[in-house]
């Protein structure tokens, strides 16, 4: 495009306009930095906002506990409901390795089509894990963005490069059992790749955990000590209870996935109440663990895992009941994962979530030490009234 | 370059949202809709994806500390929001492909063409301030005006602003000019007055605001948290449970193998 302003020639400023309109066009190209956000319905980007919870007039300091017009301080989650679901996939995936890599290490022989079978699961549920995470990306052609750097401060960085890495492997391990001779060179290094996913496995099931506490989410952030270990017992339940499921090749396997699926159960069911009670250092942080459809989702994860463990251990062996019990303790991993899902949602709408915490020194304080909130005066809640 | 900051003293705050339109104009942020929220005069709501500045309205039913109103016990008080900059940001250390910087002037800058609209920022700012536009798929907030800096001029909303609520500038010249208004504001009797965020000793959780402010009333009235902590600061215990649940992993998959192979049909 020419630029009327900047031409020399006798010509140009010859056709240059006198009556004021000398506008350069370039004036007109969008270059701003938002220049290039891309907009297409305003009504569901900007919804219209929910009607007031708070009377204006009291959000000043005399209320004991006062917020802006009871505005969230905080965004809610963006994700997709199959976010939840990966987490599921990311715990069985990373157990089932786990499993492999235990029977690999300890007795290749007389287990080895549960190693096979716990191979299959590792692979399909990574492939299937790095699906539902590209679906949900705003950019989905970005991903690879991912990649790009290390930042051990992202959990989600981390999480990427250990998906990365634990698909490689059990694709490895797959690949040397199906194409590998017996003793050959290449089943070898499958078994190698296995024993690699195998130890991935384990922050496979256990960093989606550090992703949700690693947020300012009240109640996500107030669990971080415990939700790991939700999400770890929770995958191991996943994992043995799907092999529970498929029909077993020896008694032998049946007894290690049965044990295995046990051990699960009795420790996520143990860590689902470890949960609730690091929540509840702060009242208003549990609540939507036990109230309104989080809190429903969650007591029902908790009864289905328990059923299913109860189930598991009652004598005598009736298929029926083996996997009534696998179908429930798989019903409580998933909905354990929507709960908390959910309950983070829930949490992020609630500005008291925020400030109450916060208040009673379970904000910064809780690091940092100090003994003043950001405006100079005593954590304490609520504050004396200064004039 | 030096660390280049805001100061928002929002006892100057007229509430005139010259700072949002500015905001809006140059970077050519799409708009909000137009609805009435009830709030006040504030029909904006919240910062999020298209709205970097944000003037908040609170209509108290007391007085400031040293002063009459003519109409009893009442104050207004008016706060324009922006992204605070933190001098250690969540949104930036939780960014997964490093498209969230830290530029030559300190401020933080998403990158959108490296952003890959994971929306894990979202949920990693203790101040609720960067969001993920839905029908754009990536992660929008203040940018300081980097492309305005980069050419020596100041940025829009400060441009903008009439009474010098919002000043731009070197941060340790910002900070000399808050404390001075401070001491001016208690000398005449508004006892209230404190800076939130000016540096890393009154807000531990976020080292200090590149953007700070000038309150009067506690930080939960303009919807600011009084303790905000930078999520990563706690990720230690995270960690740390996850290397407790490994041991318990294994210890099942090789117990339930040991055991578990030992059984005859």
Known sequence: MKRMEGGTSLLERLERPTDGRNVDPEQGILTGEAAGQVVKELATAHPVPNLLTTIPSRSGPAEEAPSYYGVPVLKAPVWLRTIPLYFYVGGLAGSASMLSAAVELLDGRKLAELERRCRWIGMVGDMVGTALLVHDLGRPARFLNMLRVFRPTSPMNVGAWVLAASSAMTSASVAGMLLGRRGSMLEKLGNGASLAAGVLGLPLAGYPAVLLSNTAVPVWQGTRRTLPLLFMASGVASAGSLLELLPPHSARERSVARRFATFGKVAALAASFAVEREARRSEVVARPLRQGKPGALWKAAQVCTAAGLALSLLPGRRRWRQVASSVLSTAGALAMRYAIYDAGDVSTKDPHATFVPQRQGLGAAEVAGNTVASDGRPLKFPLPVVS | ?265
Request: glycine share 10%.
């Open chain 2, 1 to 265: 370059m030096g660390q280049r900051g805001f100061f928002t003293d929002t006892t100057l705050c007229i509430g005139c949202k010259a700072c949002e339109v500015a905001c809006k104009q140059w970077n050519q942020l799409p708009d909000d809709g137009f609805h009435f929220t009830g709030m006040s005069y504030d029909h904006t709501g919240h910062l999020g994806a298209s709205t970097w500045r944000h003037v908040a309205f609170v209509e108290r039913p007391l007085p400031l500390p040293g002063q009459q109103s003519g109409v009893g016990d009442f104050s207004w008080l008016m706060m324009s929001d922006v992204c605070k900059h933190c001098q250690r940001a969540g949104c930036l250390e939780a960014c997964p492909t490093g498209a969230i910087i830290r530029t030559e002037f300190d401020t933080v800058y998403v990158q959108p063409d490296v952003c890959n609209g994971c929306g894990y920022c979202v949920v990693a700012c203790p101040f609720g301030v960067i969001d993920r536009r839905e029908d754009d798929g990536r992660a929008w907030k203040c940018t300081l005006c980097y492309d305005r800096l980069g050419e020596d001029m100041t940025p829009a909303c400060a441009k903008a602003c009439p009474t010098e609520s919002i000043v731009y500038g070197d941060l340790d010249e910002l900070r000399e000019r808050a404390e001075r208004r401070v001491r001016e504001l208690r000398e005449v009797g508004v006892t209230s007055a404190y800076l939130y965020g000016a540096d890393a000793e009154s807000q531990p959780g976020t080292g200090g605001l590149n953007s700070f402010f000038l309150l009067v009333d506690r930080p939960e009235v303009y919807n600011l948290p009084p303790d905000p902590v930078v999520p990563t600061m706690k990720q230690g215990a995270m960690w740390g449970a996850v290397a407790l649940g490994a041991l318990g992993m294994a210890a099942a998959a090789l117990g339930a193998v040991l055991l578990g192979r030992e059984e005859r049909a």
